[in-house]
């Protein structure tokens, strides 16, 4: 029973036993090895606490603000795609809890249900975000770009990780029929290859073309802030800074694209030490705003993010899980959770707002000692079991 989940981890386990097996393969699955997928999670292992003591903390309180927006915590939900696989409501899950808990929802180029379905379910003045794949046909782009905007969008996520669609064998060995072949048709625009997961059904249309000189010409179309989403080096953290866009997010696309990219949060520590050395920069920094994602579970997490200068952190497919397996209230108990675990260790941590979570409250020193990697354990056995059955 729900009253029975404790925290993030819990929705994974009880989905990958609940959830349809093709649904399950496509979220949970990662690039190659998955090596970076747990290499997400592993690395927030490598930083450590150092609190401060006898403040009062009485009153702590967790609630930021994300590109100009309000937010009650330190978290957005970041843009998944295919939401339909894991409930039939899809992403107005999302958009409900969203509401419920004032946080902001980053709306996939690729979802199951429409731009304007999500929109229209969504409450009056809710903040939401839209991540964007770039398609081949920019006529296309521009006029999903302006009807965002127009829709009141406040941020344009494009995701700059993804010139090809990284192997994903789980999803792979699924072939892939959508219920409703209007679900692939609306999301693809273009030709369809069920023949080997959903993931590859779905991205065809993606231009591998896109370039740095491709930003003007976004700056051109849109006034909404401009975000690159899969940045994995200081150089092009410094390069998006210097062309005045308004953040980046530090992502390997939650370990589906290029296998033995580097977590976020170890990206998050060179970026913010370049951009102060080379430019004079502190974060968290209201005019260039960096964010993170992938293998967020816990929120010291995300006070170990922000600590090291995020301003927000995304979280991905613990919400997928949360509603595949419960519904609705499986992605409300998963934020309440969140809720509860930051009130906790905010006042362990001796912080009261989120301007007191600074770097000195961790220690980072080992972050860039990576844990010897061997292949994810249940990656080939299931796969050997398949092979000889
Ligand atoms: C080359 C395009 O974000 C996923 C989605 C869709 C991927 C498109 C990649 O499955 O990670």
């Not at 915590?73 to 004032?102: C, F, Q, S, W």
């Not at 789980?170 to 273009?190: I, L, N, T």
Request: glycine share 8%; with cysteine.
């Amino acid at each position: 029973p729900l009253s029975e989940i404790l925290n993030l981890h819990d929705f994974e386990a009880i989905a990958k036993y609940t959830m349809a097996e093709k649904a399950w393969a496509y979220y949970s699955s990662a690039a190659d090895d998955e090596i970076t997928n747990r290499e997400n999670h592993a690395a927030f292992h490598r930083i450590w606490f150092r609190p401060r003591i006898l403040k009062d903390v009485t009153k702590v309180d967790w609630s930021t603000t994300i590109l100009g927006q309000k937010s009650s915590m330190p978290v957005y939900i970041t843009a998944t795609a295919l939401g339909k696989l894991g409930h039939p409501d899809g992403e107005l899950n999302l958009t409900r809890a969203a509401a419920k808990h004032d946080i902001i929802q980053m709306i996939p180029t690729l979802a199951s249900c429409s731009f304007d379905e999500i929109m229209d379910a969504a409450a009056p003045g809710q903040v939401q975000f839209f991540q964007l794949y770039v398609n081949k046909d920019r006529e296309i782009t521009k006029r999903i770009v302006q009807h965002a905007e127009k829709r009141g969008i406040k941020g344009l996520f494009i995701t700059v990780d993804a010139p090809q669609l990284g192997r994903r064998e789980k999803d792979m060995r699924q072939k892939f029929e959508a219920e409703d072949p209007s679900e692939v048709s609306k999301a693809d625009q273009g030709g369809v290859d069920r023949s080997q997961g959903a993931a590859r059904a779905i991205s065809s249309f993606i231009d591998p073309g896109l370039n740095w000189s491709d930003m003007a010409w976004f700056r051109s179309i849109t006034n909404m802030p401009l975000i690159l989403k899969g940045v994995q080096c200081w150089e092009d953290a410094l390069e998006a800074y210097d062309i005045g866009l308004s953040g980046v997010v530090l992502s390997n696309h939650g370990g589906r694209q290029l296998d033995f990219a580097r977590s976020g949060l170890e990206v998050l520590v060179e970026v913010t030490t370049k951009l102060k050395e080379k430019r004079g920069l502190s974060f968290p920094n209201e005019k260039f705003q960096l964010f993170i994602d992938g293998g967020v579970r816990r929120a010291t997490d995300v006070l170990k993010a922000v600590a090291l200068g995020a301003t927000a952190v995304g979280i991905g497919r613990p919400f997928l899980y949360a509603y595949s397996a419960y519904g609705p209230e499986g992605i409300d108990q998963a934020l309440q959770i969140l809720h509860d675990e930051f009130e906790m260790n905010m006042r362990l941590l001796g912080a009261c707002s989120m301007k007191e979570v600074i770097p000195e409250m961790v220690d980072a020193s080992n972050i860039h000692l990576h844990i010897v990697s061997v292949p994810s354990d249940n990656l080939y056995e299931s796969n050997y079991e398949r092979l000889q059955g």
